[in-house]
């Protein structure tokens, strides 16, 4: 059964700092592109950040571009994002997801390539 279950969520003020974690099972996890997503009340899902765990490419959404950096620890199955210097936009659920595609810079707008998906994780941040 394929899983991928987020954690690291919370409430913190503005400009502090979260890091999210995704743990993911059932599959090849070095086949697999990770992307981050998030979601705000009343706005569409949009792509956050991406990593290919063959290669370790990554990508940003030119929103959190200097903010936010994604890792992988491959052999513990594991995708993280780093977030800095939150803002109160930032405020969402954030999922993790993974598809069979390498990573590439249009994942934002590719959230069909992605094919499991976890629940998510609440992300807010206060002014």
């Known amino acids: 059964e394929v899983q991928l279950v987020e954690s690291g969520g919370g409430l913190v003020q503005a400009g502090g700092s979260l890091r999210l974690s995704c743990t993911a099972s059932g599959f090849t996890f070095d086949d697999y592109a990770i992307g981050w997503f998030r979601q705000a009340p009343g706005k569409e899902r949009e792509g956050v950040s991406c990593?290919?765990?063959?290669?370790?490419?990554?990508y940003h959404a030119d929103n959190v571009k200097g903010r936010f950096t994604i890792f992988s620890d491959n052999a513990k199955n594991t995708v993280y994002l780093q977030m800095n210097s939150l803002k109160p936009e930032d405020t969402a659920i954030y999922y993790c997801?993974?598809?069979?595609?390498?990573?590439?810079?249009?994942?934002?707008?590719?959230?069909?390539?992605?094919?499991?998906w976890g629940q998510g994780t609440q992300v807010t941040v206060s002014s």
């Open positions: 990593i290919s765990n063959s290669d370790g490419r990554t």
């Open positions: 997801a993974a598809s069979p595609a390498p990573a590439a810079p249009w994942f934002a707008t590719r959230l069909y390539d992605f094919d499991y």
